[in-house]
């Protein structure tokens, strides 16, 4: 296959993985745009919130037992290769998993945890993650080299980087939080893109690493890893 064809496949893929994820949320918030809701009787609304609350705390709590282990119980993960889900959107989560399930992203153990999940499972954990409030990164035992992080930060700037994911890298909706993520990850997450082995659900990040050298893309983790965690 040619690149263009890997590229042109994967955007096939990936538009229908958005709108998956597009028809996942609509599901989640059909009451609040309803018109016409008002003038349904109370109980089944009721009856429909004791539902979704209960399944949220189900969700909680499968994310205790099952994906604590590896992300941490706050979502701050201390484990290497290992993302921090604390802070992140469940929007970019949802189409994460799913990729995960239809492998499109692949990883042996986040193949393996999400490959039987129903759609109620992708959106059920997803919607937990995206309450989990961001967690700042512990204490660094040196202060960074700031000679690394201005260059980190000059190309963020001259790559976009902060034009989709916000000049705090909190990123918002698909775009994911990158500040305070673990360096390592960042490093082979960026390789993984401008590589073409991790392929996302836009091109929009194999566009924007295409032009920056590996040695650039680890200084981008480098800075990425250790921008002071921002609020939603
Ligand atoms: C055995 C360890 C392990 C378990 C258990 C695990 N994960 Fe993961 N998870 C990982 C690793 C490692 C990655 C990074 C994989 C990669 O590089 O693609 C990851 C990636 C992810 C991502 C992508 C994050 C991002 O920033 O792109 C999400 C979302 C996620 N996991 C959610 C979950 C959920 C939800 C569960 C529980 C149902 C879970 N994980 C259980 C190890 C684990
Ligand atoms: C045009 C918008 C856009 C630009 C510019 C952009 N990104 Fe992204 N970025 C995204 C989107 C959308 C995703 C999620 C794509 C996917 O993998 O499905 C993403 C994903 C990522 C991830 C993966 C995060 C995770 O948790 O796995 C990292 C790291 C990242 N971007 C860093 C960067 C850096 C560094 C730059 C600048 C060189 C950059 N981005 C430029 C939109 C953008």
Redesign the pocket.
Known sequence: MTRWHRRASSAAA?AAALLFAAALQAQTRPARGASGSAARTAAPAASQAAAAKASAADYAERFATVCAACHGANGRSDMPGT?VLAG?HSY?TI??LF?YREGR?SNPLMTAVAKGFSDADLRGFSDYIGTLPPQPAPAASAPPDAARMKQGQA??QQ???V???GADFA?GQ?????GG?REE??RD??QG?RSGQ?????L??A???GP?SPAE?DV??YY?ARVPVAGR
Do not use: D, N, S, W
């Not at 991790?198 to 836009?202: D, E, F, Q």
């Open positions: 990936l993302p992140q970019y189409t994460q990729l992203r190309l963020a790559h976009k980087c034009f989709c994911h990123g698909q775009v994911p939080r990158i993520q990850y960042l997450v960026l893109y991790r392929v996302g659900y836009t929009a990040m566009e924007a690493v920056v893309l981008l983790a990425a």
